[in-house]
């Protein structure tokens, strides 16, 4: 698996109620080859064009697109139960808690039983279909990849980095700490881009011939590959790429902003 992806801190909000159909590891958890790996697996049906939420503390999640109408989630974690940990007490035990959401999506959240300071990381590698709504994907620590998808996303990591490779449709990110890259194909003039790294750099990806309105601030300066005509890269700066189109608000408010044509 190719991911370096999402740890989640503990200012999950609000969630998302509703019935939850919850799903445990075994104790003993099934090992993997006979290491401290343990591993949950499960396919649950998911529609084409509605969401997925995923509401984490700590691990790391890529999600990427298939061409199924299902969810298939694997989930490793790094470590077994009942080990003490730093702040004495037993580690925490995870559970996998599935509900279905709006429109027939998957919300899917992470929980312990024990002492939440204690718990090892859980790794969420998420196939679902290509064009679907990542409604809420929340975490504190770690990182994040969403690959191949198209449709709506929204992302707050409190300590990690963001990539997202092949993109399509609207997206809203924040970092707090950590970079964020990002490639966007196929931008549409009703697509809303807003991305902001708090504490980090942040590189987006678009295609040579994009047309599109820009509004960038960032404290390192800005850099990019596209003609933005009169305008002056110093900190923060409003321009128009080709013909103007959806708007995209990029901020990297320690760090620097690169603007990059997709190969």
Known sequence: MSAKIIRAAAFLGVLLLGQACVFLWDDPWNGLGGTTVQEYHKTIPLAAKSGLSVLHLDGDIEIRGWDRDEAE???ESDGGTGRRGPFGGRSGRPRIETESGPDGGLILRTAWDGDERNVYPVHYYINVPRSIDLRDIRTGRGSVLIADLF?????????GDLKIENFSGSLKAQVWRGRIEAELLDLRREDEVDLTARAGDLTLYLEAGVSARLE????AGISTDFDLGRADLSRKIAATIG?????????ALNGRISLKSAL
């Open 151 to 159: 449709g709506r996303a929204s992302i707050q990591i409190q300590s």
């Open 243 to 251: 013909s103007g189109g959806p708007l995209l608000r990029l901020q």
């Open 73 to 75: 989630i694997l989930v």
């Open 216 to 219: 960038a601030e960032a404290s």
